[in-house]
């Protein structure tokens, strides 16, 4: 729909990138033409797919069978631009004056929306042919061009020019833009292929955000008629960022609510006369998570019962077995997979590896879930690609040094598990070393700990895992190996048609679920290697020496001073319970601040939609052509978009009730309804929220809670404005452990001064600075925690790993009980 750039990258990635090929498709990019009709190009199957704009909605009222996949802008970044000198400073001032626009831009429903509001029409306007050069601006062959924010008022800045910008959003008409689309025909006999098109698409968009230098030279070397700098490529790119992901951090998404309010719109500008079914417009047959399998395969698995698996009874956070369920990083993933083939995937209960390797051999077991190909394992089983590639490294004494290359380790007594793969390997490779076979991890690192064997070999991830949770102090991981451990499904071979369908299942998950599982499941922290031992011992000993004294001392003040102590200590109290009521209800009002900015911005919308409704039902009533059909037509667009606002009002003031009585609450609920309060806020800067949140019911204040949140979120918020790169990351983990509630909130903006993180819950104490923060939103969060919410909450600066780079950031913990 328009010329080469950076908007289109996710197609130039998924192409170049060979994510079409991968799923068998052939793409070819039909570059724009104005003399083309997109619409009519695909409806007359000169192509398969396009991209266009909301005003496909007024195409499907017309009677066009499309059918609308998914919208690359979430926010449409269609503007209306001028210099900034031009002394055009309203809608209003732009009849008669001369716009540049092509034939497909004055249709869009966006552009035509926010003029028509203001009682300007094309016909007021002055239309001619775009150019797509801003130097038409300067030279004043035009007043005005329809245009992007994420494009040309930075190619005007490149000339030293300012702009002046109209933008629809600003009028409350914030679409979406640039929206993949399809014939309902093509899409009912193509669907195999329409999800494999969308999905390699979508795989090229979010390649291309995460890889945004890589990309825009890319295009700048190979896709680049415009001849544009790589700066202005660079600067599209991150401004599209602030645009293209949803709530939840997705691209693509389209939902029924926000087309419903679309079409309302377009109904009350006049736009569109005929009823439209959405459920006919939205095509979701390919966001279904199953996958398409050929008719052998579904017959197979029709016969088949059930599939039965083998797994390592102890290797986490890999798997485990434990109370007779398969749990760990590969039983997220067969959840996934055995959603996609639809078929019953049962474990079959050992207690070693080696006895599930014995299953195997024996049928069994028709698949492992997570296996390393061998030449004796391929005896009995195939191998899928693997959906885990993990390095190898050693755990030794805390006090071993790094060791950076295996010969150091030659002559040494070394352990694995008995039955691993790599054992098979590391034995032919190093024939010089003793390894010894144990029978899981927790065996061999006993051995390491007691200084039976120097080191245990195992993957980075497991023995991180294990280190952390029973060796902190006593081990480490002194090395790293150049081998991958890469781990798939291996399934059984004497039905290798098993093989293909998990081969397909494995190929369907994507890159956002497979981080989400790891998110879950790992948090490898690097410390520093101190050895507190000996520090602790003196700190103890002190401690109770101290203690011991104040006792005594103590006991003489109080027997001296006791009435007077009691009398200052009451008011003290008093004037504390005052204080903190004060702090209380200063937090409440900063929350406000950033709640009423977001609520703000969810008015436009609707409030553009009553003004629109209510003054074309007063000039159709001048004109006395005012039907009765129109003017309840026009009632009922301004009775949903008052019960939208109603809705609004409601949210904010639960937020700020004064209901203390606890109630059952819902995790997954609470931490929404955050979100939902705070807005696109995330988005604006750009910061990937990402959340791992295990929906867990517990009694407690709802509201309480969701202030704690705000206050961390917005702090987090806060301090990532100020970092550079586009890696600004927030990551929310709530899960359970033992009868608690623990909520994890760290982020990627390198941490708080160790010299003040102590003091961060102080009242008054802030660490903005430049935010003109208040100080007292982490204090009064800590006083809820503990004195509301029967909690604890602290934060420490971490170190963690996420998408395979190392960050640094605070991490907020809050521990809550899940019952009274």
Not at 111 to 126: A, R, Y
Request: net charge neutral.
């Amino acid at each position: 729909m328009w010329l080469d750039q950076f908007e289109f990258a996710g197609f130039y990635v998924a192409k170049e990138k060979g994510f079409y090929k991968d799923v068998g498709l052939d793409v070819e990019l039909k570059k724009y033409d104005s003399s083309l009709n997109l619409l009519e190009e695909v409806l007359n199957k000169n192509a398969d797919f396009g991209t266009s704009s909301s005003s496909l909605i007024t195409d499907k009222s017309n009677g066009k069978d499309i059918v609308l996949l998914g919208s690359i802008f979430q926010s449409s970044p269609l503007i209306l631009l001028a210099l900034k000198n031009s002394n055009i400073n309203y809608i209003e001032d732009i009849k008669n004056k001369t716009l540049m626009i092509t034939k497909e831009q004055q249709k869009y429903a966006t552009f035509k929306s926010m003029v028509t509001s203001k009682g300007v029409t094309l016909n007021d306007i002055k239309i001619i042919d775009h150019s797509f050069d801003v130097s038409d601006l300067i030279n004043k062959k035009t007043d005005l061009m329809l245009a992007y924010t994420t494009n040309e008022p930075f190619l005007l800045k490149e000339k030293g020019y300012e702009s002046k910008i109209f933008n629809p959003k600003d009028y409350g008409f914030d679409f979406y833009e640039e929206i993949i689309f399809t014939s309902k025909e093509f899409a009912s006999k193509n669907p195999k292929l329409v999800k494999d098109f969308y999905s390699a698409t979508i795989k090229g968009w979010e390649y291309a955000f995460e890889n945004i230098e890589e990309v825009a030279k890319l295009i700048y070397e190979k896709y680049n008629p415009q001849n544009k700098t790589l700066a202005s490529l660079i600067f599209e790119a991150n401004e599209m960022k602030k645009l293209v992901y949803d709530k939840n951090g997705k691209i693509g998404t389209i939902t029924p609510e926000r087309i419903n309010l679309i079409i309302n719109t377009y109904r009350v500008m006049g736009l569109i006369e005929h009823n439209i079914n959405v459920d006919d417009l939205i095509y979701t047959q390919h966001l279904d998570n199953t996958i398409y399998l050929s008719n052998e395969e579904k017959n197979y698995l029709n016969k088949k019962e059930k599939i039965t698996m083998c797994v390592d009874p102890n290797w986490m956070p890999f798997e485990k077995i434990e109370n007779g369920k398969h749990i760990g990083i590969a039983a997220d993933y067969i959840k996934l997979l055995e959603e996609k083939i639809k078929k019953p995937i049962t474990l079959v209960p050992t207690k070693t590896w080696s006895e599930s390797l014995e299953f195997g051999q024996k049928r069994t077991c028709d698949i492992f879930s997570l296996v390393m190909t061998t030449p004796q394992r391929e005896k009995y089983l195939n191998f899928t690609k693997p959906y885990l590639e993990i390095p190898l490294v050693i755990a030794a004494n805390i006090n071993t040094p790094f060791i950076d290359n295996f010969q150091q380790v030659e002559d040494k007594k070394l352990g694995i598990v008995k039955g691993y793969s790599f054992g098979e390997i590391l034995k032919m490779k190093y024939p010089k070393t003793t390894f010894v076979e144990v029978e899981n991890i927790n065996d061999g690192l006993e051995l390491v700990r007691k200084g039976q064997i120097f080191g245990f070999i195992d993957t980075l991830v497991t023995v991180g895992y294990h280190i952390q949770n029973n060796y902190i102090g006593q081990l480490k991981i002194s090395g790293k190996f150049d081998e991958i451990w890469k781990l798939g499904i291996g399934a059984r071979n004497d039905e290798p048609i098993l093989t293909t369908i998990f081969e397909k299942a494995i190929n369907d998950i994507t890159a956002n679920q497979k981080q989400q599982i790891l998110n879950k499941w790992v948090s490898v922290n690097y410390q520093k290697e101190i050895d507190y031992a000996f520090i602790y011992k003196i700190l103890t000993a002190s401690i109770i020496l101290t203690f011991i004294i104040f006792i005594f001392y103590r006991q003489y003040l109080l027997k001296k001073l006791n009435a007077q102590l009691n009398e200052k200590i009451e008011l003290e109290i008093q004037k504390n319970e005052e204080k903190n009521k004060i702090l209380i209800q200063q937090s409440r009002m900063a929350s406000m601040g950033e709640m009423l900015e977001n609520i703000a911005h969810q008015w436009r919308q609707p409030l553009s939609t009553i003004s629109v409704a209510a003054s074309g039902m007063e000039i159709k009533k001048e004109f006395s052509t005012l039907s009765d059909e129109e003017f309840y037509e026009a009632i009922n667009h301004i009775k949903k978009s008052t019960l939208y606002l109603s809705n609004t009002i409601d949210d904010f003031r639960s937020f700020f009730s004064k209901n203390k009585t606890p109630a059952q609450l819902s995790t997954n609920h609470a931490i929404e309804k955050v979100i939902e309060l705070m807005g696109n806020t995330f988005m604006q800067h750009r910061i990937n929220l990402i959340k791992n949140v295990e929906d867990i019911k517990i009694l407690s204040l709802e509201n309480e809670l969701i202030q704690v949140l705000m206050n961390i979120l917005v702090n987090a918020k806060d301090a990532l404005k100020q970092t550079l790169g586009d890696e600004k990351y927030i990551i929310i983990d709530v899960y359970k452990k033992e009868n608690n509630l623990i909520i994890d909130i760290k982020d990627s903006a390198g941490g708080i001064d160790e010299e003040i993180i102590d003091k961060i819950f102080e009242p008054y104490f802030t660490t903005k600075h430049k935010f003109n923060g208040t100080g007292i939103g982490l204090y009064m969060s800590k006083l809820l925690v503990e004195k509301h919410l029967r909690g604890t909450i602290k934060a420490v600066n971490t170190e963690f790993t996420f998408m395979d780079k190392i960050h640094k950031g605070a991490l907020f913990e809050i521990v809550l009980p899940i019952s009274s």
